[in-house]
């Protein structure tokens, strides 16, 4: 076997590998979903990840090809320290997980765990022993002018993909937040009309109790105006007359407070309205390639866009 490969071979292994990823990847998700699903984070027939993996599996088992434990566990290795890097710098990145084995055993934040991991070596040692066999020997085939057409080809497309479906994701994660953001101040209004309301509603009963307690001491005070003074009793009626007027502006505060929170809330659910838009669009095609990608931190919001999206079919 010919461990000495040109920069265009490493290139042509890496889209075969692609290819052959997306294969597997897109025929067992179309099984188990009963449809048929172009899988993978871009929209041609290549899984960037399989890619990638089958390149590190290759390079960690060079000087041991001729080991199968070896295989096994430097393969292994270099492909759950890939994986891992992989899902959380597209997290952190995009806000959501295109894969998570949160609900796997021995599982390290969802990113890697021990059954996948174990794939993965035995993943290694049947591309190091069989797999990729014949594949090198039709790669070293290829005359080298053609394997530069190739490979200049296989890349413009790639990165064309690639920066489409960038766009889309990312068109994906401001459409999460947005909207997470969005419920969070329609919580925090709902909340904050709930307090106003309860102290209107207090305030007016109070108001209405003090009224009828100041019609009372209004009546006595009549009653017994003629013994008292008469700049006290304008005194009197001036101080009444200025209460009265601050429980009224008080209550009139208290309504325009209301009415604008209501004002408040109904635009948040014009701008939730709004999210059909071409980037909803466009963040339903990512979501379909990944039916199973999920968000810890935006997960109330990625279930009322897959929930939207469902209802736009």
């Known amino acids: 076997m010919t461990y000495q490969y040109t920069f265009i071979q490493w290139l042509l292994f890496f889209f075969i590998y692609c290819f052959l990823g997306w294969v597997w990847e897109s025929c067992y998700v179309s099984i188990k979903k009963r449809e048929w699903i172009n899988r993978g984070f871009l929209h041609g027939p290549m899984l960037p990840i399989y890619g990638s993996g089958a390149i590190i599996v290759l390079l960690c088992t060079i000087g041991v090809r001729d080991q199968v434990i070896l295989i096994f566990l ?13 899902g959380a710098c597209m997290e952190r990145l995009f806000r959501v997980r295109y894969w998570d084995y949160s609900h796997m055993p021995l599982n390290l934040k969802g990113y890697i765990c021990l059954p996948v991991s174990l794939g993965w070596g035995v993943f290694s040692v049947l591309l190091v022993r069989v797999i990729h066999v014949p594949i090198e020997n039709l790669v070293l085939q290829i005359p080298e002018r053609i394997a530069e057409v190739v490979s200049v080809v296989c890349s413009s497309a790639f990165a064309v993909d690639f920066t489409l479906s960038f766009s889309e994701a990312m068109d994906l994660r401001d459409m999460l937040i947005r909207l997470s953001d969005s419920n969070e101040k329609i919580q925090r209004l709902q909340k904050r009309l709930e307090v106003v309301s309860a102290f209107a509603e207090d305030g007016l009963m109070q108001y209405q109790m003090k009224r009828e307690e100041r019609k009372m001491s209004r009546k006595e005070f009549l009653e017994g105006m003629i013994e008292r003074q008469r700049e006290n009793r304008r005194m009197m009626l001036v101080e009444l007359i200025d209460r009265v007027n601050e429980s009224i502006d008080a209550g009139l505060e208290k309504r325009e407070e209301l009415q604008k929170i209501k004002t408040q809330i ?48």
């Open 266 to 313: 109904e635009q948040e659910f014009k701008n939730i309205g709004s999210l059909t838009n071409r980037a909803a669009r466009r963040s339903a095609r990512l979501l379909h390639r990944n039916p199973n990608t999920v968000s810890k931190r935006y997960a109330e919001a990625l279930k009322q866009v897959q929930e939207m999206l469902k209802k736009k079919k």
């Open 74 to 86: 430097f393969g292994m290795t270099g492909a759950t320290i890939l994986e891992y890097v992989t």
